[in-house]
């Protein structure tokens, strides 16, 4: 098989000749380190007074022109870096969410704040700072909401490129320019407001939710349109320890909008896989109602066990992962540590088929070399004997 065939083996539920190997994105040190190191690191660029002067003079005006840009290279280079590396299947990621707004300020269309900052490796990253929409004059006033078309339309533009540069050299998870409706209302309105606005300002919360159901189905079909296969959509619903709300409000208020979406992937011969760190284990069950064909995530440091849940869910759901990030893949790690952590994943994971395994989200701290010494040893220890 090769990288097509064996990725849409297991989505499909047959038992593909080994397990695939996901890459869940590269950041910038990483796919630098494949790609090469840029003449001069880019947080020199973005992060000094001059730069600084200029954003907070004309940032919105310059964001579509020259920052932009920019991040859509971003975007294809870890792709590009993903297929050098030797992954069978890459998360996929057109991000156009970010408006510059000042000189270490960044303004997502939902509705949240960031501070542009260092990643630690000589690059420019982001960090969310705050809420944008504490009131309803916010809500009105929110002056950064895209025009829904023109933003699915360019999705589409990358898309076709992607797909037509690496479409048969890696099995692509597409993920738009929309990030998950419920994290995105979370981030938008913030923690401490989210239970209380879906009671008391169940009005905006609606509409909200309405524009953003608009942009996640819009930006899927322009990807479908475009070639892509799979829909990989973030939406981050439970904290470590558990759900952020209670199970029953998070399908009352979200699942309608989920399933519409889902339904229409599906009608196209689609396959909808959810990322959502934290422990889900709770909500497994609620997201396969919806429609969901896979999970990805399945985050060491919380408490949710992949084992189990292969059990539960593995005859159902696709499972995603599994690979630790926050010791297993970052530079303290020793090769050995990464071949036995793989091998203890495939031993009780790969039987029976439906699992990908790869890191359980991408991180600036996790080199190149691990990522190798990971598919390496995937590729040793993931074969299917009576495939």
Known sequence: MDKIERTRAVLDGRIPD?????????EDRTYNEVLGKPLIPPKYLLINPVTGFIFNRWGPELTRKLVQPSITAGMEKRVRAAAELGFDATWALYDETFTVTGANTMARYSGSLYDIVDDGFGNATYMYREPGITTRDDFESWPFWPDIDDLAHRTYKFYRK?????GDRIFLFGQGPAYGIQESLLWAIGFERMTLWIRREADLVK???EMSEEICLKCAIAMMDAGISAVLQTDDFAFKSGP?????MIDEVF????????????????????????DNTLLFDTFINWGVDGFHAYENTSNVDIYSQKKLHGDR???IGGVD???????????MDIENAVKDLMDGLAPGGRYIIGPAHSLASIPAHNLRVMIEAAHTHGAYTDA
Not at 18 to 26: E, H, M, N, Y
Not at 162 to 166: D, G, H, L, R
Request: aromatic share 10%.
């Open 255 to 278: 699942g309608p909008s989920y399933k519409r979406i889902i339904e229409t992937v599906k009608n196209r011969d689609g396959k909808y896989i959810l990322h959502s760190c934290g």
């Open 325 to 335: 990030i926050d010791y297993t893949l970052t530079d303290q790690a020793s090769d």
């Open 317 to 319: 759901a696709v499972m």
């Open 162 to 166: 992607i797909v037509k540069k690496y």
């Open 244 to 248: 952020l709300m209670n199970p029953k």
């Open 18 to 26: 080994r397990v695939p190997v996901f890459c869940a994105g590269i």
């Open 207 to 209: 509409r909200y939710i």
